[in-house]
């Protein structure tokens, strides 16, 4: 009997084509919905669907993504990576709030359930697509841009795994398979977490030697290419840097980042910071998962917009990531702030505020949004009021006005993912090259030093926010953190970092904040923060994730347990 495994327990059982037999019997059939593998092993065209499909991974868990299957992470999920944050709250819970409140276990991972497996699944995908790959026949040159596609996917599949867990199993280029000896130690050895990035940066060295500058007219938008595999590169080494990783140097993530910048490809977007996530390959996008009407996402627009609107809410923003937001004279939004007005605190906000959270009074489609009480139509006194926002806002960015918020279905959710782009990268270069060298420092083989990089994005047409100036290494470290937290907002990026930089401890340990807002009977507006979700706590443990019950079980003990769990 055939059959393919389409849940994986551990390394073992991670592929979509592990093949088992049993004794011809009744149900001795041929599935109808499988790829024969030895057609997949000599048709070119079907194996390389096969490698086009590594870049997203089985749906395991309710809720991951809507019409296709997940891709690299959350992104464009019903609970976004940022409602595990001080970002947002994700309104209807889905499997967030454990994580937000501490609560994570071996037998309980809420929304963080599948990265283990997911991600293994994936490696033994690609190596099967490298040992299928030495033996089909196409032309050398192809097979050499194939090769860098499939070791680009194995490792960002790796980077997940180590951002995550820490030390991860190494599994090399083996296929493993289920007659494999399942007491061999290797298969269960976790290497250390700077083995394991070195092993990483390795194959993506040699995945941007093999893959090309551009996508030819033959690839599709979103697949990988130099600047993709540099760009996770530049990621990774910074990671390793970082004080919770200590695995590497400050030196090589300038390097690397500087690797992608000598590329002379990418350039900040200026066409406004809003727009830039509602287009497909901006001049700014590194690597992206592109969507068609053929390839529906969650409709974003419905899953996070208004209750006023029809919307569900979603990722509601907090207070804190609110107040994170400088006024446009750069100075933070408080009342020693000439340009800060209480009574109308959304307004000289850095301009990336507008476009990235919708709050009381901001415009939206027909009309201004009302998240005020009594009677604001976004309120718990609108339509819907099980889909009021719990922390007085709504998430703003991602989020295209043209596409219909009612009744979406098929008509919507079409913007890209973007996993990585050039803002990210000078992010990068700026907290590498503060922390090796300085702040005005122009490390050798570039030509701007850590302030000039951050003052580029905040320039940037739609932003426009003033250069910051001379500042020690300490506060330009502050401002560098600031910016990223900006910049990224909702990207997925907060998440990791406020582990590496290991100020988890403080960032989520406090409440979830929120606003009530009251209109007076003069038509002015009273402000009172609230707790939006009570209960955050965050402990030493928990810059890890544990890796799940199931695999411990699965490998007979013999994989080793994150600390604390």
């Given amino acids: 009997m055939k059959y393919k495994y389409s849940i994986p327990v551990f390394i073992l059982l991670g592929g979509v084509l592990a093949l088992s037999s049993c004794k011809k019997d009744f149900l001795d059939v041929t599935a109808t919905d ?56 994700y309104n209807n819970d889905d499997a967030t709030w454990i994580i937000q409140r501490g609560q994570l276990a071996p037998e309980s991972l809420g929304a963080l359930g599948v990265l283990w497996g997911r991600s293994y699944r994936g490696i033994r995908e ?37 951002r995550n867990y820490g030390k991860v199993v190494l599994v090399g280029d083996k296929v493993m398979g289920l007659k494999d000896d399942l007491q061999d130690p290797a298969l269960f050895k976790r290497a250390t977490i700077k083995e394991g990035i070195d092993y990483v940066i390795a194959q993506l060295d040699d995945a941007a030697s093999k893959l090309p500058l551009n996508n030819s007219n033959s690839w599709v938008g979103g697949r990988a290419t130099k600047g993709a595999a540099l760009a996770l590169k530049s990621r990774l080494t910074l990671y390793a840097a970082s004080p919770l990783y200590v695995a590497g140097t400050w030196e090589a993530a300038v390097t690397a980042a500087q690797q992608v910048i000598a590329l002379n490809k990418y350039n900040l977007y200026q066409g406004g910071y809003g727009n830039l996530f509602l287009i497909n390959q901006s001049s700014e996008s590194i690597f992206e998962r592109v969507y068609t009407k053929n390839a529906n996402h ?17 990722n509601t923003p907090t207070q804190t990531m609110v107040e994170a937001y400088d006024l446009t004279n750069g ?64 998430l703003k960015k991602f ?33 590498a090259s503060n922390e090796a060298y300085g702040p005005d420092a122009i490390p050798a083989g570039s030509s701007i030093s850590a302030r000039q990089a951050i003052n580029m994005i905040r320039a940037r047409a739609g ?8 500042l020690n290494q300490n506060d330009m470290r502050t401002a560098i953190r600031h910016e990223r937290q900006i910049e990224l907002a909702f990207e997925e990026h907060r998440f990791y970092d406020v582990r590496r930089w290991k100020i988890a401890e403080t960032t989520e340990n406090l409440p979830c904040r929120g606003i009530i807002i009251t209109k007076n009977s003069n038509g002015s507006f009273s402000f009172t923060g609230k707790i939006a979700l009570d209960g955050r706590k965050f402990e030493t443990k928990h810059y890890w994730l544990p890796i799940p019950r199931a695999e411990i079980l699965a490998s007979g003990n013999k994989l080793e347990q994150n600390p604390g769990y």
Avoid at 401 to 418: E, R
Wanted: charged share 20%; with cysteine; aromatic share 14%.
């Fill in 331 to 394: 100075l933070p939004a408080n009342t020693s702030n000439p340009l800060f007005d209480p009574a109308k605190p959304y307004e000289n906000r850095d301009p990336r505020f507008k476009a990235t959270i919708l709050y009381n009074g901001a415009a939206y489609r027909e009309r201004n949004i009302e998240t005020f009480i009594p009677g604001g139509k976004d309120s718990r006194d609108g339509n819907d009021n099980w889909n009021t926002t719990k922390t007085g806002y709504y």
């Fill in 463 to 470: 932003v426009n926010m003033p250069a910051i100036g001379t």
């Fill in 399 to 431: 989020m295209n006005d043209a596409y219909p918020l009612q009744n979406p279905w098929g008509n919507a959710g079409f913007q890209p993912w973007i996993y990585f782009r050039y803002a990210e990268i000078l992010l990068n270069f700026a907290e």
């Fill in 126 to 162: 690609c190596n099967y697509a490298l040992n299928v790959l030495a033996k089909i026949e196409m032309s050398a040159a192809h097979k050499t841009m194939l090769e860098g596609e499939i070791k680009f996917i194995r490792a960002f599949r790796y980077q997940d795994l180590i």
């Fill in 298 to 314: 969650v409709h974003l627009e419905i899953a996070n917009g208004p209750n006023g609107y029809g919307g569900w809410a979603g």
């Fill in 34 to 89: 499988r790829i024969p593998t030895n057609t997949l092993e000599s048709d070119t065209a079907v194996f390389e669907a096969f490698v086009t499909n590594a870049y997203i991974g089985t749906k395991l868990q309710d809720k991951e993504a809507d019409g296709t299957n997940p891709g690299f992470g959350r992104g464009f999920e019903y609970s976004m990576w940022s409602s595990l944050t001080d970002e947002s709250i």
